[in-house]
């Protein structure tokens, strides 16, 4: 087995309740892990490439870097170390946002900071090059499979097309990384680049089941549940020490032995977290993946556990940041109605300050926080509240000091 | 006793000429029905291996324990994961054993 290393970020004191003493002796006593670095910020650290080119030389081949939510630095942190590690080999460990934001408890969030770094070491370490990394689409295991067509008739982008043999073969223009075609697959044979099964499996494996509290795995959709989580966070809202995240590519990617798997390990819940109805951007995840689900709350029924223990979350789309209207500036051109992609704007006759006149009213379940309409107001009206003119102009100005 | 084909479940692997359940059948008993739904072609020559529950991607197969084993509710489920099958048996007298059976070594 080749060895591996974890680089932490205390970011700055921002993460006050986790004791990183306690985290870095676990760390350092454990046989498999060669080498612990700590860092104060390691987004602004200068030296990150050669550090990176040092523990290279130390003979790692893999790395965790336990740091803030993969949104913000993931491509900076792989861009950083890509010249002395391969990014397939390089897993970001989020206990910023999800252990030491979400759990007020400093002891509850230092246990789950260090079961994430253990999740993200076990699926680096189970990271395997089986054909498809410098390739980009799924990668499917001929000799095993049974031509069962399953992936081509799920498949939302028609990117697997039988090949003389009549095994799938995925086209590697049309594939668009969903895993699809992996959460259905029986044989369990389809991976990838960054997600395998045995990776998954291995990550649910170093969960700490036996704590008091029921121990909830949420599988969150890639493209947003996960980020609207760590928004959520970052804005103050709180869980229970108890909820282990799993990224996902989508949640029909999610196949049902892995939530066997984390059932047989000893989780009491499984909760997959994806779009709404109809929002998937992969056109048909959410309904696949509703549609597993309760074939296995009936198998679950069968074996006396309650069906309920498995669950669909949907959370909307851009949950926290939408589009504001101010009535007080409106003047009622109806630009903004016509503008609107979702048709969120509706005009409405209203009486204000004694007058009768036409104004804008959003409609917020429709309204996805695109701006469109704030770039168009003439009259200044819309403003969408966490990306308003000054805050940009702010921004600029801090960029042009440095 | 037979597998038991729950139809509502059963998508007869999308109406594919050899679904998993007839691949894997040991005793080459599984077929593809009229209605396009997998069923037992000669229910006393099955011996219970159970392969076909075990296979089906949609949970749609169930398999009753004989009379001599355990009468109802006794009964035997498996549930696949990576590399582990869980089996949960639940006997004549209700009580609920699980047992969790590596099966792959990697």
Same mark, same amino acid.
């Given at each position: 087995?080749?060895?591996?290393?974890?680089?932490?970020?205390?970011?700055?004191?921002?993460?006050?309740?986790?004791?990183?003493?306690?985290?870095?002796?676990?760390?350092?006593?454990?046989?498999?892990?060669?080498?612990? #670095?700590?860092?104060?910020?390691? @987004?602004?650290?200068? /030296?990150?490439?050669?550090? %990176?080119?040092? $523990? =290279?030389?130390?003979? *790692?081949?893999?790395?965790?870097?336990?740091?803030?939510?993969?949104?913000?630095?993931?491509?900076?942190?792989?861009?950083?170390?890509?010249?002395?590690?391969?990014?397939?080999?390089?897993?970001?460990?989020?206990?910023?946002?999800?252990?030491?934001?979400?759990?007020?408890?400093?002891?509850?969030?230092?246990?789950?900071?260090?079961?994430?770094?253990?999740?993200?070491?076990?699926?680096?370490?189970?990271?395997?090059?089986?054909?498809?990394?410098?390739?980009?689409?799924?990668?499917?295991?001929?000799?095993?499979?049974?031509?069962?067509?399953?992936?081509?008739?799920?498949?939302?982008?028609?990117?697997?097309?039988?090949?003389?043999?009549?095994?799938? #073969?995925?086209?590697?223009?049309? @594939?668009?990384?969903? /895993?699809?075609?992996?959460? %259905?697959?029986? $044989? =369990?044979?389809?991976? *990838?680049?960054?997600?395998?099964?045995?990776?998954?499996?291995?990550?649910?494996?170093?969960?700490?089941?036996?704590?008091?509290?029921?121990?909830?795995?949420?599988?969150?959709?890639?493209?947003?549940?996960?980020?609207?989580?760590?928004?959520?966070?970052?804005?103050?809202?709180?869980?229970?020490?108890?909820?282990?995240?799993?990224?996902?590519?989508?949640?029909?990617?999610?196949?049902?032995?892995?939530?066997?798997?984390?059932?047989?390990?000893?989780?009491?819940?499984?909760?997959?977290?994806?779009?709404?109805?109809?929002?998937?951007?992969?056109?048909?995840?959410?309904?696949?993946?509703?549609?597993?689900?309760?074939?296995?709350?009936?198998?679950?029924?069968?074996?006396?556990?309650?069906?309920?223990?498995?669950?669909?979350?949907?959370?909307?789309?851009?949950?926290?940041?939408?589009?504001?209207?101010?009535?007080?500036?409106?003047?009622?051109?109806?630009?903004?109605?016509?503008?609107?992609?979702?048709?969120?704007?509706?005009?409405?006759?209203?009486?204000?300050?004694?007058?009768?006149?036409?104004?804008?009213?959003?409609?917020?379940?429709?309204?996805?926080?695109?701006?469109?309409?704030?770039?168009?107001?003439?009259?200044?009206?819309?403003?969408?509240?966490?990306?308003?003119?000054?805050?940009?102009?702010?921004?600029?100005?801090?960029?042009?000091?440095? | 006793?037979?597998?038991?084909?729950?139809?509502?479940?059963?998508?007869?692997?999308?109406?594919?000429?050899?679904?998993?359940?007839?691949?894997?059948?040991?005793?080459?008993?599984?077929?593809?029905?009229?209605?396009?739904?997998?069923?037992?072609?000669?229910?006393?020559?099955?011996?219970?291996?159970?392969?076909?529950?075990?296979?089906?991607?949609?949970?749609?197969?169930?398999?009753?324990?004989?009379?001599?084993?355990?009468?109802?509710?006794?009964?035997?489920?498996?549930?696949?994961?990576?590399?582990?099958?869980?089996?949960?048996?639940?006997?004549?007298?209700?009580?609920?054993?699980?047992?969790?059976?590596?099966?792959?070594?990697?």
């Amino acid at each position: 087995m080749s060895c591996f290393g974890v680089l932490l970020c205390r970011c700055n004191g921002q993460m006050p309740n986790i004791d990183f003493e306690r985290i870095v002796s676990v760390l350092s006593k454990d046989k498999k892990i060669a080498a612990v #670095e700590i860092r104060d910020r390691l @987004c602004i650290d200068p /030296g990150m490439e050669e550090l %990176g080119l040092q $523990l =290279k030389e130390s003979g *790692l081949e893999r790395l965790v870097v336990a740091a803030c939510s993969p949104l913000f630095c993931k491509k900076l942190f792989i861009g950083n170390l890509s010249p002395a590690f391969n990014p397939h080999l390089i897993e970001i460990a989020n206990i910023r946002e999800q252990c030491s934001w979400l759990v007020t408890d400093p002891k509850a969030a230092t246990e789950k900071a260090l079961e994430t770094i253990k999740m993200s070491a076990a699926k680096v370490q189970k990271a395997k090059n089986v054909g498809n990394w410098d390739r980009n689409c799924v990668y499917v295991l001929k000799n095993k499979c049974d031509k069962c067509k399953r992936c081509v008739t799920e498949c939302p982008n028609q990117a697997m097309v039988l090949d003389c043999d009549g095994f799938p #073969e995925p086209q590697e223009g049309k @594939c668009q990384l969903c /895993g699809i075609c992996l959460g %259905g697959c029986p $044989l =369990k044979i389809i991976s *990838l680049p960054d997600f395998r099964l045995e990776e998954i499996s291995a990550m649910l494996e170093q969960i700490d089941y036996s704590a008091r509290e029921p121990v909830v795995v949420a599988f969150m959709c890639d493209r947003h549940a996960y980020w609207e989580l760590d928004t959520l966070a970052a804005e103050g809202y709180r869980t229970g020490a108890n909820l282990r995240t799993i990224p996902v590519p989508c949640t029909g990617a999610v196949n049902m032995s892995i939530i066997n798997d984390a059932i047989t390990f000893g989780a009491d819940g499984v909760v997959l977290v994806g779009c709404n109805a109809s929002q998937c951007k992969y056109r048909q995840g959410d309904i696949l993946a509703k549609a597993r689900l309760t074939n296995l709350q009936d198998t679950l029924q069968r074996m006396m556990l309650e069906p309920e223990r498995i669950t669909y979350l949907s959370l909307s789309e851009n949950y926290t940041e939408k589009c504001q209207l101010d009535i007080e500036k409106c003047s009622g051109c109806m630009i903004c109605s016509t503008v609107c992609p979702f048709g969120a704007i509706e005009a409405q006759t209203l009486e204000h300050n004694g007058e009768k006149r036409l104004i804008a009213v959003r409609v917020p379940q429709a309204c996805r926080g695109c701006g469109i309409c704030v770039g168009y107001c003439h009259s200044a009206a819309c403003w969408l509240p966490h990306s308003q003119d000054q805050e940009i102009l702010g921004l600029i100005d801090r960029a042009m000091e440095w | 006793m037979p597998p038991k084909v729950i139809l509502e479940k059963c998508d007869g692997c999308k109406a594919e000429h050899e679904p998993l359940c007839e691949q894997v059948c040991p005793g080459n008993l599984m077929t593809l029905g009229e209605n396009k739904k997998a069923k037992c072609r000669d229910l006393r020559d099955c011996w219970d291996c159970m392969s076909c529950t075990k296979a089906c991607p949609q949970g749609a197969i169930e398999t009753r324990l004989p009379y001599q084993l355990g009468y109802y509710p006794a009964k035997l489920t498996p549930l696949m994961g990576t590399n582990q099958i869980t089996w949960t048996c639940v006997d004549i007298n209700g009580k609920i054993e699980r047992f969790v059976i590596k099966n792959r070594n990697d």
